[in-house]
């Protein structure tokens, strides 16, 4: 009996493809308006079109790119109201998940937030802009996983990759700080404390706050329609 693997193996290059893409757009190496070519992924990966192709579309479909003229793809360029429209979605799916993951915290998992945001602040303090965004992912994203909801942390995570490139504005060196403690700090705190509500108010003070310095960013350099 002969098996054909070919159908594997162009799913998990079209995988990797599509996860490397991913990240360029979530660590704020592609702007808004920003156009990828498969031309540009193959020469870069020494692949095939297809996989190419197939990742493109995938991530097109995701509303992480969008379809431009030709055989490319570009980053998409939001408006103001969209970008509003997007946090604002972002608030009630990442506070129920905060709501939800809270009084499931491990001391193990507040060891590990404790230190990303270590390493965060460490970046930060360098005006490092992917590693700070990196750390922030982990953040969020180890929080959120403890409410052991994975479709509602798959949604989160499409959100938090349509605006992502925008991130690449909002931590411009100098980067923004919020006033007081560092929201992270916290949601740490609440956690140690068992205070559920004090991990979700941070939560929002962290999406509102650096929501608000993006958009005034935007407004104030000319980028925001």
Known sequence: MTINLAPMQRENMTARIYREIKQK?????????????????????????????????????????????????????????????????????????????APLATPALIDELRGIHANLMASRQQQLMAPVLARNFEFHFALYSAAQMPH??????????QTASYLSYLYTPPFPTLPGVHPHEGIIAGLQSGDTEAVVREIRRDIEGHGEFLIRYLTEHGLAK
């Open 25 to 101: 757009i979530m660590m704020g190496e592609l702007r808004p308006g920003d156009t990828i070519t498969l031309r540009s992924i193959t020469d870069t990966l020494g692949v095939s079109q297809t996989p190419v192709r197939e990742a493109l579309l995938q991530l097109v479909s995701e509303r992480a790119l969008t379809l431009s003229p030709g055989k490319s793809v570009k980053v998409p360029e939001l408006t103001v109201a969209q970008l509003q429209e997007l946090r604002s979605i972002r608030l009630e799916l990442e506070c129920f998940a905060a709501r939800r993951a």
């Open 152 to 161: 509602l942390l798959s949604m989160i995570e499409n959100l938090w990759v």
